[in-house]
């Protein structure tokens, strides 16, 4: 994997600094590569050491809770006291944590190491999420979908990766991927300094221009924030049930081979990649209201087709179910720190740490459903989940830059 420069030139007051959207979406990948793995190695960990599932449970919400509930709280820590090395810290937690990992003695030590790795990424996604508001520019849906799509990469090939190399090779193989948090680390350490030299002027610069529009009054401003994590909860629970049981379903209701369901699963999550990129782009032409509208309740067509489709039309939807879903998410996220701008990294924060909540609850709750029902009948249930997008009816529609494609900041 190459190393994106990271010029001087890119730090112009007003232009987008591709170079560092390039870096923070090459560490995001890096970082969720790392933070999947965990979840990938369970039959090993329960075999080597002898696991019951309430352990494997323990971990899991170690991990989780390290990973989503510590974001918001971190997000808010860097709005007041900016850190411009904190992620290379939060890198070396996580790179602490893989080599634990590895040579882990017992369980405890097994529960540490889960520890560091979700602290690291606790670190990572409100702070990195931040440097790419200040890297972007006038194009702020763009540089979120950028540096989300690392991360959609990096799911994807962290159990690939554990299946190849870590079962393969055994537990202390874990700690060969001790060299992409190392690459991680050089990559953010020269963010930092970017960070440091210029993106706090751009942040100062947004700010200020946000502090000369009136605020939202605060009833207006809690209700649509409710409204965006009621958004979160309906795309991220129908995620988790393709994420965690689409390859299941698809084995159940065709008697497809795994490495065919594997393959649609592919399918899915090369639209979701498609759509992350697409949503931010779109927002900041058409602006973010009506993206959130369109990628919620713009899907619900096709999610209600879905369980009564045969097997070819199942592979066809789910290429606009990923799309059109994963398309709100980068224009949520910018929505939301548009609403509130002094406050960027706890936004981002909040939302990929309830992100983050909702997809492991979701396929915890999912998962019990199925056993006491059937995997059909939890497609039929959430294909309704996308009705909630009604709900962005009730999203303020602001002035100038927050609901149009010229961001916080931008020139006139």
Not at 372 to 397: E, K, N, Q
Request: proline letters at 5%; a positive charge.
């Amino acid at each position: 994997m190459s190393t994106p420069a990271i010029r001087p030139g890119d730090a112009s007051a007003g232009g987008t600094a591709f170079s560092i959207l390039a870096a923070i979406s090459v560490c995001h990948l890096l970082n969720d590569m790392m933070q999947s793995l965990l979840l990938a190695i369970y039959p090993l960990l329960k075999t080597n050491y002898g696991l019951d599932f309430g352990q494997i449970g323990l971990f899991t919400f170690t991990s989780q809770v390290t990973a989503s509930v510590l974001q918001p709280l971190i997000g808010l820590y860097i709005d007041r006291r900016p850190r411009p090395f904190s992620l290379a810290m939060g890198m070396t937690s996580t790179l602490s944590g893989l080599v634990l990992l590895a040579y882990a003695p017992n369980f405890t030590s097994l529960l540490v190491a889960a520890a560091l790795v979700g602290v690291g990424s606790s670190v990572f996604h409100p702070e990195s999420s931040r440097v790419a508001r200040m890297a972007a520019g006038h194009r702020h849906g763009l540089a979120q979908s950028v540096f989300q799509v690392g991360g959609n990469a990096g799911s994807a090939l962290g159990p690939l990766l554990a299946a190849f190399i870590v079962l393969n090779y055994g537990q202390e193989s874990i700690a060969w991927f001790s060299l992409a948090a190392l690459l991680g680390i050089f990559l953010l350490v020269r963010v930092g300094r970017w960070y440091r030299d210029h993106g706090l002027e751009r942040m100062r610069a947004s700010a200020a221009h946000a502090a000369s529009r009136p605020p939202l009054p605060r009833r207006r401003l809690a209700l649509a924030m409710a409204v965006l994590i009621a958004l979160i909860f309906s795309k991220f629970f129908y995620m988790a049930s393709m994420t965690s049981y689409y390859t299941f379903y698809l084995i159940n209701e065709f008697q497809v081979s795994v490495q065919a369901a594997q393959l649609y699963l592919f399918l899915f999550l090369a639209a979701v990649a498609a759509g992350t990129i697409a949503g931010g782009w779109i927002g900041d032409r058409i602006g973010r209201k009506a993206v959130i509208w369109v990628s919620i309740v713009g899907v619900l067509p096709f999610t209600l087709l879905l369980p009564y489709a045969n097997l070819f039309w199942t592979a066809l939807l789910s290429v606009p179910i990923g799309f059109i879903l994963a398309s709100a998410f980068p224009a949520i996220v910018v929505y939301a720190q548009e609403l509130m701008p002094s406050r960027v990294g706890a936004v981002a924060g909040l939302f990929f740490g309830f992100a983050f909540g909702l997809g492991g609850i979701g396929a915890a709750v999912l998962g019990e459903l199925a056993d006491a029902t059937s995997i059909g009948f939890v497609y039929h249930l959430c294909s309704f989940l996308p009705v909630i997008g009604l709900l962005a009816g009730f999203l303020p529609r602001m002035e100038g830059g927050h609901s149009h494609g010229r961001a916080l900041g931008a020139p006139a």
